[in-house]
């Protein structure tokens, strides 16, 4: 199984079609399969919140959104999360490469891991770790309960999950 | 002429149109001047507004107007290259700069110093960049609809506030009547 097909197909079943991202090492794959997608209209952001605001837009003109991103921008988004997506209760799946877990080569990376789960709970955000490749088939699930649920909701996705670093 | 006076004197071209408003005093002086459901408020979440109306306007066909501030501009200066690099002419970004940041007690920013956010624009590769006097607004935000080209108007206008109810309108209203709007 290509995990990073698999997302893209869950994303295009669930008929997004609008996705943001800002890379992560571990996320390129995932970027390049939705850059081959006529499905899904990709746009980078420079920063998170921006790309929120993207999405927030986009879910008002129709479009089911989601965001790309590494959990150590989690914190410049608290504000966009709180005041726009949960308070204007807008839906928004958030696929997070989760850096600093299990195999993480970098030790900066594991002190924005050490909040990661914490900042997500104190939002009251539903989130969902992917430790294993098999996590992945819950993927399809966590969509439809995002758009049935109407809240950004966050998809943890470890180094384990994405088969290490290449070098490991 | 300050914020509150363009928005008295374009409320009559943004009747028909979607708009996405910026946080804070803005959204309340369009609130109290002319308040209609394809206006929306934001209530939160400073710098955005350019953000929110430029995703809508790359999902849906309707023009977009966004009426921000040279303030919340500086603090999303990162959304100045996305919106140059993914045009869609149906979007229209109306800074209104006053140099300062009015709904926190008229700071100066930067945009009143040396930073010209016109150059901005230019510099992350925004094509039409249009730069007016306040009193001039009306007439440059006219033309950039009728030329369905994306446009960054930057109107140039006196620092100063009038002064308006705070808007009391659940953001579920807001957001709901506002995508009505946009379907129908």
């Given at each position: 199984?290509?995990?990073?097909?698999?997302?893209?197909?869950?994303?295009?079943?669930?008929?997004?079609?609008?996705?943001?991202?800002?890379?992560?090492?571990?996320?390129?794959?995932?970027?390049?399969?939705?850059?081959?997608?006529?499905?899904?209209?990709?746009?980078?952001?420079?920063?998170?919140?921006?790309?929120?605001?993207?999405?927030?837009?986009?879910?008002?003109?129709?479009?089911?959104?989601?965001?790309?991103?590494?959990?150590?921008?989690?914190?410049?988004?608290?504000?966009?999360?709180?005041?726009?997506?949960?308070?204007?209760?807008?839906?928004?799946?958030?696929?997070?490469?989760?850096?600093?877990?299990?195999?993480?080569?970098?030790?900066?990376?594991?002190?924005?891991?050490?909040?990661?789960?914490?900042?997500?709970?104190?939002?009251?955000?539903?989130?969902?770790?992917?430790?294993?490749?098999?996590?992945?088939?819950?993927?399809?699930?966590?969509?439809?309960h995002t758009f049935m649920c109407n809240k950004p909701v966050a998809i943890l996705t470890d180094a384990n999950f994405w088969g290490g670093y290449g070098d490991q | 002429m300050i914020r509150s006076e363009i928005l008295k004197e374009i409320a009559p071209i943004l009747r028909d149109q979607l708009v996405v408003c910026n946080i804070g005093i803005p959204s309340q002086e369009l609130h109290a001047i002319d308040d209609q459901p394809s206006n929306f408020y934001m209530l939160g979440t400073m710098g955005l507004a350019s953000s929110i109306g430029f995703g809508l306007a790359l999902a849906q066909p309707k023009p977009v107007i966004v009426i921000d501030g040279d303030g919340s501009v500086l603090t999303n200066l990162g959304t100045l290259p996305t919106i140059a690099n993914n045009v869609t002419d149906n979007y229209i970004l109306l800074i209104i700069d006053n140099g300062s940041?009015?709904?926190?007690?008229?700071?100066?920013?930067?945009?009143?110093?040396?930073?010209?956010?016109?150059?901005?624009?230019?510099?992350?590769?925004?094509?039409?960049?249009?730069?007016?006097?306040?009193?001039?607004?009306?007439?440059?935000?006219?033309?950039?609809?009728?030329s369905k080209k994306m446009t960054i108007i930057v109107s140039k206008c006196e620092s100063g506030n009038a002064k308006m109810p705070v808007i009391t309108m659940d953001p579920v209203v807001i957001r709901d009547r506002f995508m009505k709007v946009v379907v129908a």
């Open positions: 199984m290509n995990i990073d097909r698999k997302i893209t197909d869950d994303l295009v079943a669930n008929d997004i079609s609008f996705v943001t991202t800002v890379p992560c090492k571990q996320l390129a794959g995932v970027i390049d399969e939705i850059d081959r997608r006529d499905e899904i209209f990709h746009i980078p952001s420079n920063k998170e919140d921006e790309g929120m605001g993207l999405c927030a837009g986009a879910f008002m003109g129709g479009k089911r959104p989601a965001i790309i991103m590494q959990n150590t921008a989690l914190g410049v988004t608290l504000n966009t999360l709180a005041t726009l997506i949960q308070y204007y209760r807008m839906p928004l799946p958030m696929l997070i490469s989760y850096r600093g877990e299990l195999r993480e080569p970098v030790a900066c990376q594991v002190e924005m891991a050490l909040h990661t789960k914490a900042l997500l709970a104190q939002l009251n955000i539903p989130t969902y770790h992917f430790h294993k490749r098999a996590d992945v088939d819950e993927f399809d699930m966590i969509l439809k | 940041y009015g709904s926190t007690g008229d700071q100066p920013t930067y945009a009143g110093m040396k930073t010209k956010l016109e150059a901005v624009a230019t510099a992350c590769g925004c094509e039409n960049v249009v730069t007016c006097q306040a009193a001039e607004t009306g007439k440059a935000l006219q033309a950039a609809l009728n």
